[in-house]
């Protein structure tokens, strides 16, 4: 702690900034991320640091006011236990946190989702499981575009809302790009249940700073993988200069180890079931595959495949295992 103080003194700090950190460091509080790394002498140290970090995040709370109604179809019975129990006879939401597309800004969203009274809501329906974004690439667009019609051109300006939620061009660079994303990525993280999962969408120029934020708010050891979506097939032109760059990333990150993951299953297509499972029961007329037992398997194994119906004896009298194809298999999706 003695060092510590020595460091502050030290330090080109305002009075008032030095009396806050002294007074943190009393408390036993911890300190500002951004003003770590001036008070550690070892250079050895490495801290996620840019212009405008600020661990600070907005906790207003603003009304959602209805602007539009999606309407469900109409639909004469009504299915017990689906989700068209949220809905009015004309279709509409009746009340709650679902199925809600919110115009404005994400942060004052988030915020509001995070402090404000739906926050309730969520909890009581288990908390927020996933989160998938697609947020700016920092490509340096502001999106705005000119349209041609009949000879005529015009241009179509964001409005302000649009400008806001959309503007993808920083004061600061990449800086003031790391700022935006930090503070919606750590009111997400506090959002998150802690079974939740987060999906970013992402492209070359900002996937690299995109994992360091996640893994400094996630923790590295919860980064899942970086899924690589091919989003087009590179043409001859673009080839000729550059490897073309035809995919983005997905980065996958779980709140916590109480995360589960459910892999997905694809049906057997008719060709892999009739070339893979030859054979057919004439009785149950049940598609099967043969395979030697091996000099492995034990006498516990045998009983319980025969207990199961699946063990035949061929012509020659030796023992196979019928791995019999049921109409409910599935195939991993690889």
């Given amino acids: 702690m003695n060092q510590m103080l020595d460091n502050i003194y030290k330090m080109p700090l305002t009075p008032a900034d030095q009396s806050r950190l002294i007074a943190l460091i009393q408390a036993g509080q911890p300190l500002p991320k951004e003003d770590l790394y001036k008070l550690s ?17 907005t906790n207003v709370v603003l009304p959602f006011h209805h602007i539009e109604h999606i309407d469900e179809p109409r639909r004469e019975v009504l299915d017990a236990g689906t989700n068209f129990s949220m809905f009015d006879v004309k279709g509409r939401q009746k009340s709650g946190w679902h199925n809600k ?4 800004d994400n942060k004052l969203i988030l915020s509001s989702l995070a402090h404000g009274p739906l926050r309730d809501q969520i ?4 908390g927020l499981k996933l989160v998938y974004i697609d947020p700016p690439f920092a490509v340096g667009a502001d999106f705005s575009h000119t349209i041609e019609i009949n000879g005529e051109t015009a241009t179509k300006t964001q409005s302000v809302l649009e ?15 790391l ?3 930090y503070e919606r990525l750590k009111l997400i993280h506090a959002l998150l249940a802690e079974d939740g ?15 360091l934020i996640l893994d400094d708010l996630f923790g590295a050891n919860n980064f899942q993988n970086q899924i690589v979506w091919k989003r087009q097939t590179s043409s ?5 200069t550059i490897l073309g760059r035809n995919y983005d990333s997905i980065l996958y990150y779980k709140k916590s180890e109480l995360s589960p993951y459910y892999t997905q299953y694809l049906p057997y297509s008719s060709e892999y079931i009739e070339q893979r499972f030859s054979h057919v029961e004439g009785d149950s007329g049940r598609r099967y595959k043969d395979a030697f037992l091996g000099s492995k398997t034990t006498e516990k194994t045998i009983k319980r495949l025969k207990k199961e119906d699946k063990i035949y004896y061929t012509s020659t009298g030796g023992n ?5 194809f049921r109409r409910s298999t599935w195939n991993p999706l690889r």
């Fill in 41 to 57: 002498g070892d250079s050895e140290d490495v801290f996620l640091f840019w212009n405008g970090r600020d661990e600070a995040t």
């Fill in 101 to 104: 597309l919110v115009w404005g």
């Fill in 123 to 126: 909890e009581a329906e288990g």
């Fill in 163 to 177: 400008e806001i939620a959309y503007r993808d061009t920083w004061q600061r660079g990449i800086s003031s790009y």
């Fill in 179 to 181: 700022s935006m994303m």
């Fill in 197 to 211: 999962s987060i999906y970013v969408h992402c492209d070359w120029r900002v996937v690299s700073y995109l994992r």
């Fill in 236 to 240: 001859g032109y673009k080839g000729k």
């Fill in 320 to 324: 196979e295992i019928e791995d019999i």
